[in-house]
């Protein structure tokens, strides 16, 4: 199977890239960002906390994550249920941020994400697809915008989801998670040594998806 691999911060622009290629070159586009978060939905609905390492040692085994595709979208069951629409508020984020630094939480999901690319060929988006996930994808992409742009395309995510937000507290998040989850020790957000980096900040979707799909060209695929 021919596996893509685009990693980066929050707001970069990835999942938008990973959505507009992996339908140009009919692969299937694999969120991990969303597979962490049910996993994080799990816990925060089981009362634990991102940092209780016994809790969520005993309480992991209990979360039977399936993810499945409905007309091509992505959609995250959680125990049989589907919680896809819960996943994308900004408390979700941050605690979903904490949870994957959780070493066991990490195992326990790369072996599903490890499968999901060995059954399809793939866009796998997510913080350690280059480095730790797929180390030997056919193409990385290492995505990235300034802070500032950032927080600028997740407030209008926000927005047009109807929730409310203020740029600089998004800004403040963003900023934040960037640290959680490019200092943790287990598998932190950096760019994999082979892994080309796209910086985003002056491009809009089409100029990306052009760039990206010129390099998987470059490659074959
Ligand atoms: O991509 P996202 O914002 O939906 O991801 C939510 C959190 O999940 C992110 O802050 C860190 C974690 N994550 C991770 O650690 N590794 C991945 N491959 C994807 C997400």
Redesign the pocket.
Known sequence: MKNIAIDGP?GAG??TLAVNLARALDYRYV???????TIAWHFSMCGIGPRDKDNIHRFLGDALIEVRYVDGAQRMLLNGRDVTDELRTPEL?AF??AV?ANGEV?SYLLQMQRTLARRHNCVM?????GTV?LPRADLKLFVTASPEVRARRRLAELQARGQQAALGQVLTDIRA?DE??STRKI?PLRQAEDAILLDTSDMDAEGCLQAALALARERGL
Request: proline content about 0%; charged content about 35%; aromatic content about 4%.
């Open positions: 929050a990835k999942s969120d991990t960002g969303a597979i962490y978060r984020s979903a941020s994957s990490r988006d997510g913080r350690d697809i996930v998670r959680a989850d598998a």
